[in-house]
């Protein structure tokens, strides 16, 4: 079982930045994959970014340049960076863990941008 806590989300208006983690309940260096997706209103689950225990990363397309997902195994931490941040970014953003064990997330944190 892996319980994922997330934090930082709040209101920003367009153009701010945002730093939000992740907790994990246990030790994520043996995690295949940590990510962050976001949900927005009336629309699906997405995928914002990823990042495997070797540290290679992947994000949507349209958020390269703009987002930042780093993780700190010591500390069980998974992060993502926002900067440059655009009234289509609010959402809801959740943690994702993706191992052996099974797929697990978060409750997720609102993010709210303003113009």
């Known amino acids: 079982q892996m319980h994922l806590v997330e934090s930082g989300g709040g209101l920003v208006q367009a153009g701010g930045s945002l730093r939000l983690s992740c907790v994990a309940s246990?030790?994520?260096?043996?995690?295949?994959?940590m990510g962050w997706y976001r949900q927005a209103p009336g629309k699906q689950r997405e995928l914002v970014a990823r990042?495997?225990?070797?540290?290679?990363?992947n994000y949507a397309d349209s958020l390269k340049g703009r987002f930042t997902i780093s993780r700190d195994n010591a500390k069980n931490t998974v992060s993502l960076q926002m900067n440059s941040l655009k009234p289509e970014d609010t959402a809801i953003y959740y943690c994702?863990?993706?191992?052996?064990?099974?797929?697990?997330w978060g409750q997720g944190t609102l993010v709210t941008v303003s113009s």
């Open positions: 990042i495997t225990t070797r540290g290679r990363t």
């Open positions: 246990r030790a994520i260096f043996s995690i295949n994959a």
């Open positions: 994702n863990s993706d191992g052996l064990s099974g797929s697990y």
